[in-house]
C-alpha cells in the first residue's frame, strides 16, 4: 500500500520522482527478471523487485499524521523530514529450524533497513545500496548463493532465496550489513546446525604405504570415511560396513583380509592387518558400501609391495630330466630364496645354498668338495650350472638348505627325479681284493669293477671278466670267468698253496676293454688259529706237558708256521707264560701241588713272519690227580699214596709204609740227611708227610720189600758203599743205617758227617680227605653280636680235625653296619669269629675267593651263610601322665620284628639303667607302648626294652630311655594305696609318709632312741617328736602326726599284702597326737601309742605312754583334691 503525503508541495514533487522511477524501472523489468533468475545461483549481488509492501501497512505507520495549516493562498509550504537508514535488522521468525541440509538453500531470510526509530529508511536513500548477509562460525565457511542484494528504492526490506552453506557444522549464526558494511546488524540470529548432504563417496583418510616398508606380507592399515557431495562426514547406521577390493592387480596378488569391516555410527572406518604376498607396482585398493541406501565407493592413491624378508627356498627351475655322468646339466637346476608371499628377494645378504641327494640308488652323499653342489648367492636365485654327477643311476632327486636370516634353516621341496646316464666301460678296477693274508683253502671274495675314462662305474657293462692268478685257484685252473652284472663281477674263490706275494689280474676280451693293473700282493697262510691238545690228566705234583698247534680252520695242521701263543692256568698250578712254535707245535710245562682241575686258555696268538693275529680262543681242562692212598689190601709193590707200598697189613708186618718212587741220584752223597724228605719229596709229591726212616725195622722193611717184590724197589745193593740213613740218633751225631748184600741185611751206624744214601717213606692210611669249608646256620634273627662257626668237612661231610689255617669272611651284596669282619683261624678243623650287626636287614656272608689248599687238596670255600638282623626299636619315648603324674608311658616305634616275637621291658630305680632286659615284662611284638602306673614320686626310673626271640630266647641289647616322676597331689580317682601328695593315700584327704627313705630300714627310721638315723626323731631325747613331723617331706609340707582313729586307717593300709604291701611291719607302734585321758602317769603328757598288729581289725589295746617312751613315727598330711 502507498501512502501519500499533500500537505507539502515537496510532497508532490518526490511522489512523481518515485512514479517516474516505477515507470523506467517497468521498462526493464522483463529483461532484467530473467538474466537475475539465470545467475541467480552464481551471484551474490542482486537486484531487488518491489516488494509485495513497499511501505509499512497503515497499522505500522505514524498513529497520526502532521496537522495540516488552514489555507493561506500566501503561505509557503513545510518540508517533512526523511528517515536516515540507521539499523539492519534480519527476520528472526523465518530462522527458527533445527537444521539445514548442507546444499540446499535457506529460503525467506528477510533483511529490514531501518532508521533511528525504527521506522523504513527512506527508499530513494536505499536506491543502488547493498545488503550482505554474512555466516558467523568458528570455521569460517562461506556460503554460496545469494549472499549480497542491490536495492532498488522500491522497499526497505529485502528477502534472501538462495542462501547456501555447504559445510555440516553445529552453532551456524547469520548477521547482516548495509551498504558494504556501512550499518551491521546489531546481534546475530540465534544458532543453527547444517547437516551433511546425501552419501556421496567414500574417501580415504589413511592410504596404503608405499615405498621401502611396504612389503609383501607385512601388514599395514587404511581409513575410510562416507562422505557427502561437499566432503562432509556422513553418519552411517548400525550394520553398514566397507569392503575392499584389489584393482590393478597385474601381479596377481591376493589381498588379506577379504571380509568386510564395519563402519562406525559417524560414517568412520579402520581396516587393520591388510596385506598383499605378491611384488607388484600400481595397486589401488577400492572401497565401496551402502549407507542410508546409497550405494557409494571410492579409490585409494596408487601404491607399490615390494618383496619381504628371506622366508623360504623354492626350486625355479628343475633339472634337466637326463643327463650324461660327467656333463653339467643343459637345464640346470635354479633354486629360488622366496619371501612369505612366493616373491624372489632380488637382494640381500649373501646366502649359501647347499644341494643333498635325497632318492639316491648308487649310494652317493654329498662330497667333500662343495664346489659343485653349494652356491653363495646375493640375488635370490642359485644356479647349478656346473652341478655333476658321476655316477650313473636312474630317479635321482636332490633338495636344497640354506640358513636364512631371522627365520633359519630352511630345505626346499625334492625336486623332480633325473636320470644320470653311464659312458661306456674303458678298463677294469679291483675294488675288493684280500688285504694281508688269507687262509689256505679258504674262499676269499674279489670284486671287479668295469669302469669309464672318468673312472665311474659302467652300470651298463655286462662283459664276461677272467680272474687269473699265478697258482691254482679253487677252479683247478690258473683263471675262472664270471658276466658282470650291472658293471661289476664279483668272485668267491681259494688258493690251496701257501706262499707269499701273491697278485691277481682282470681281463675282458667281449667287450675289449682295457686289461685291470695288478691287484695289490697278498700272502696264502695255511693255519688260522692255535688249539691246545687234550692234556693227559697227572697225578698231584707231576710235570705236565702242554702242547698247542697251529691249525687251519678246517683244524689241519700248518707245519710251516713259526709264532707265539700265550698259556694262561688257573688255581693253584704254576708254569704258564708264552710257548714258542716252531713247525705248527709248540709245549710248555706245568704243574700242580694242589689236587685240582686247572683250566687251561690262550691268549695273544701271533705269526712272527706276518705278526698276524691268530684265533687264540681254544681252552682246555687238566686234572692234577690224586693217587689213591694205599690200603692193608694192596700187595707189596704197589703204586699209591705217592710211591709204592713196601709194608703193611696184608704182609703181616709193620709198620704201613708207602717208600718214594724218586731216583737214587738225586740222594747220593747225602750228609747229615735229616731233612732230606722234608725238602725233596714233600714239595714235589704233594704230600706233607715223607719222612726218613726212623728205626731198624723200617730199615729192615726197606730190603726186604727190595727183596720181596718183583724187579726191587730201585734201591742200590751187594755192596757196603750202599748204606741208607734212618733217622734215629745212637750216641752223639751217630745214626743209623743199613744195606743189603745179596740177602743179608746189616743194620749198623755211622758218624753224621759220613755221605750215605736216602729214601723216604709215609705211612699210609685211609683217612678221608679234606673237601670242603662251611659256615655253621644262624638261629634266628639277631641283633648285636652275633658268633659264626665255620667246619672243616671231608668228602664224607665229617669234620675234619687235621685242617688248621685262615679263611677270610666278607660281606657280600649289602652294605649293613657290620663289625668284626676278617681273618677266622681255624684250629682242629673249626673257626669262629664274632662280629656285631646293628643295621637290620637280610645278611649275607661269604668267604674271600682266593683259592685255599690243605694236604694236596683245593678246599671249596663257596659256602656262604644267610640271616635276618631285625632291629632295635626306634624313637623310644617317656612320658608323665598327667594328672597322675607317677604314672608313666612308653611309646615307641615298632622294629622289623616277626609276629613270633616279643619285647622285654625291664626297668630300674636310681641313676644308671638296667644292664639288660632280664626278667623284664614280656609283651608281643605287635605293642607299640606300655604304661608303669603308681610308681614312687620324685624318683628317677630307667626303662630298657630289648628285642627276644621266642624260639631261641635270644634278646637284643635293646634301647634305654628314662624318666623322673614328680608328686603331684591325690584326686578322689586314686585307689587307697596310691603314692601321691608326697606319701601314700589312707582315705580321701589324707595321706600318710612312706617307710622307703634313704635307704634305711623299719626299725632305724622311726625309732625314737635311735635320732642320728631317723629323719623324722627328735633330736632331744625325752621329747616326743612332735615337731619331726613339721618339715618338708618328699617336697610336701604340712605333715603332722596321726590321730587315734587315723593311726588305725594307718594300720589296715599296712595290712595290705600281710602288713608289708607299703612298708609295714607287724608287732609295731606308732605314736599318735591323741592325749591319753586320764593320764596313766600325773604330771607328764602322755599320748596314745597304737599298735600295728590284729590286721584286718588293728583294734586298739588302749597304750598311752609318756614322752620319754621309743615308738615309732608315721607323719600325715591333710591334702586338696
Known sequence: MLHFNFTKKIDVYFLLSAILLAVLQAGCNSEATTM????????????????????????????????????DPTATATATPIPIPAKVIISEPLLQLSAASAGVAIASISV?????????????????????????????????????IIMDGTSHIVVFENFIIQKADVGYKLQASYNSGAIVSAQTTASFNVVAAAPHHITFTQSPPTGVNAKAMDNFSIGVEIRDEFENIVAASSGDSVELILTNNLAGATLSPLTPSALTASGVATISNISLDKKGIGYQLVASATVNSVAISGSSESFNIDYGNPHHLAIYQQPSASTEMGDSMTQPLIIEIQDEGGNRVESHDAIEVTLAFVNDSAGLSLPNDYSNY????????ASFSNFIVNIPATNYTVKASALLPIIGAV????????????????????????????????????????????????????????????????????????????????????????????????????????????????????????????????FVTQNATISVEAQSAAGVKDTSFAGTVTLVTDGF???????????????????????????????????????????????KDIAFMEQDECTDADALGTYCGGGRKISGASTGTAPKLVIDIQSNSIYQSRTNAVTTCDNYIDTTQGRSDWRIMTTDAELSAMFNAHLGISGGIGLLVNSTSYKYWANRLTRTNYYRNGYLNGSTITIGETYYTTSNYVRCVRPYSTTIPIDRVEFQPVAGP?????????????????????????????????????????????TGGIGSITINVTDPGEVILNMSDTPIAFNSYRVDTSHTVTFNVLGEVENLAAQINAPTANDISLAWDSSTLGSEDSYLISSAIGS????????????????????????????????????????????????????????????????????????????????????????GTWTTLYSLTAPETNIYADPT?????????????????????????????????????????????????????????????????????????????????????????????????????
Request: hydrophobic share 35%; aromatic share 8%; net charge negative.
Open 36 to 71: 537475475r533468475r539465470d545467475k541467480q545461483e552464481r551471484s551474490s549481488v542482486q537486484i531487488v523487485d518491489a516488494p509485495p509492501a513497499a511501505y509499512p501497512i497503515i497499522s505500522e505507520l505514524p498513529a497520526e499524521a502532521p496537522a495540516v495549516a488552514s489555507a
Open 112 to 148: 529490514s533497513i531501518l532508521d533511528a526509530n525504527d521506522n523504513p529508511a527512506d527508499l530513494a536513500s536505499l536506491m543502488g545500496t547493498t545488503i550482505d548477509l554474512q555466516l558467523v562460525h568458528a570455521n569460517e565457511a562461506q556460503p554460496s548463493g545469494t549472499t549480497q
Open 374 to 381: 653349494q652356491i653363495s648367492t646375493t640375488d635370490g636365485r
Open 411 to 538: 630345505e626346499s621341496n625334492v625336486s623332480d627325479s633325473f636320470d644320470i646316464l653311464a659312458a661306456p666301460a674303458t678298463h677294469l678296477v679291483f675294488t675288493t681284493v684280500p688285504s694281508g693274508y688269507v687262509e689256505k683253502g679258504v674262499n676269499f671274495s674279489v670284486r671287479i669293477e668295469a669302469r669309464n675314462d672318468l673312472d665311474m662305474l659302467d652300470t651298463s657293462f655286462a662283459g664276461a671278466v677272467t680272474l687269473s692268478s699265478s697258482v691254482a685257484l679253487s677252479s683247478g685252473s690258473t683263471g675262472t670267468t664270471v658276466t658282470a652284472v650291472g658293471g661289476v663281477a664279483n668272485f668267491n674263490v681259494n688258493i690251496q698253496t701257501a706262499g707269499a706275494g701273491y697278485a691277481l689280474s682282470a681281463s675282458c676280451l667281449s667287450p675289449a676293454i682295457s686289461t685291470s693293473a695288478p691287484s695289490s700282493t697278498f700272502n696264502v697262510v695255511f693255519a688260522s688259529k692255535i688249539v691246545i691238545l687234550n692234556p693227559t690228566d697227572v
Open 573 to 619: 698250578a704254576s708254569g704258564e707264560g708264552t710257548i714258542t712254535l716252531s713247525a705248527g707245535s709248540g709245549s710248555l710245562v706245568i704243574t700242580d701241588a694242589i689236587i685240582e682241575v686247572v683250566n687251561l686258555s690262550l691268549a695273544n696268538g701271533l705269526e712272527t713272519a706276518t705278526e698276524r693275529a691268530l684265533n687264540s680262543s681254544d681252552t
Open 782 to 826: 639277631i641283633y648285636g653280636n652275633v658268633t659264626l662257626e665255620l667246619r672243616a668237612l671231608d668228602l664224607d661231610g665229617n669234620l675234619y680235625s687235621a685242617f688248621t689255617g685262615d679263611i677270610v669272611i666278607e660281606q657280600s651284596s649289602t652294605s649293613l653296619n657290620i663289625t668284626g669282619l676278617g681273618a677266622v683261624h681255624f
Open 912 to 999: 644308671a639303667p638296667p644292664a639288660s632286659c632280664t626278667g623284664g615284662t614280656l609283651v608281643p611284638a605287635s605293642t607299640i607302648d606300655y604304661d608303669f602306673l603308681r610308681l614312687s614320686g620324685s624318683t628317677a626310673y630307667y626303662f630298657r626294652i630289648c628285642w627276644k626271640d621266642n624260639d631261641t630266647g635270644e634278646t637284643s641289647t635293646g634301647v634305654v630311655v628314662s624318666a623322673t616322676t614328680p608328686y603331684a597331689e591325690c584326686i578322689p580317682s586314686d585307689p587307697i594305696g596310691k603314692d601321691c601328695s608326697g606319701g601314700y593315700k589312707i582315705a580321701e584327704g589324707l595321706v600318710v609318709t612312706k617307710t622307703y627313705q634313704a635307704g
Open 1021 to 1121: 631325747p625325752g621329747i616326743v617328736g612332735f615337731n619331726d613331723c613339721d618339715t618338708a617331706i618328699n617336697g610336701k609340707t604340712g605333715w603332722r602326726f596321726p590321730t587315734l582313729t587315723e593311726a588305725t586307717a594307718i594300720c589296715q593300709l599296712g595290712g595290705v599284702g600281710t602288713y608289708t604291701a607299703l612298708g609295714f611291719s607287724t608287732n609295731k607302734s606308732i605314736w599318735t597326737s591323741t592325749v591319753a585321758s586320764p593320764n596313766v602317769y600325773p604330771g607328764n603328757v602322755e599320748y596314745q601309742v597304737h599298735p600295728i598288729t590284729g590286721y584286718p581289725s588293728c583294734s586298739y589295746d588302749g597304750s598311752a605312754r609318756g614322752i620319754d617312751g621309743s615308738y615309732y613315727i608315721r607323719c600325715v598330711r591333710d591334702y586338696q583334691p
